[in-house]
Nanobody
């Protein structure tokens, strides 16, 4: 059974850092991409970042480059999203997702087959 589980969200002040974790199970972890999306109230879900071990591809939403960094620890079946210099507009539910259909990254939600339950990130003073 394929599962992806997010953790690490919380309430932080502007300018703070936070590291989200996504732990995957039930499939050959290092063959497929793991992506982070986020969805703020009243907005569409948007791709934040993605990493694929098999072809080495990574993807970042343009506005997140330089502040967000994605990495993976294959021994722990975990992908991390390090978020620095957080802003109030980063407030959203952050989701982890994987595709067992494609081995490359995409910023489109429809590219991914399995989703976690989400973790809330709130940036507020």
């Amino acid at each position: 059974q394929v599962q992806v589980v997010e953790s690490g969200g919380g309430l932080v002040q502007p300018g703070s850092s936070l590291r989200l974790s996504c732990t995957a199970s039930g499939f050959t972890y290092d063959y497929y991409p793991i992506a982070w999306f986020r969805q703020a109230p009243g907005k569409e879900r948007e791709g934040v970042s993605c990493i694929s071990h098999r072809d080495g591809s990574t993807y970042y939403l343009d506005s997140k480059k330089g502040r967000f960094t994605i990495s993976r620890d294959n021994a722990k079946n975990t992908v991390y999203l390090q978020m620095n210099s957080l802003k109030p507009e980063d407030t959203a539910v952050y989701y982890c997702a994987t595709s067992l259909t494609y081995y490359y990254c995409s910023g489109s939600p429809g590219h991914y087959d399995y989703w976690g339950q989400g973790t809330q990130v709130t940036v507020s003073s």
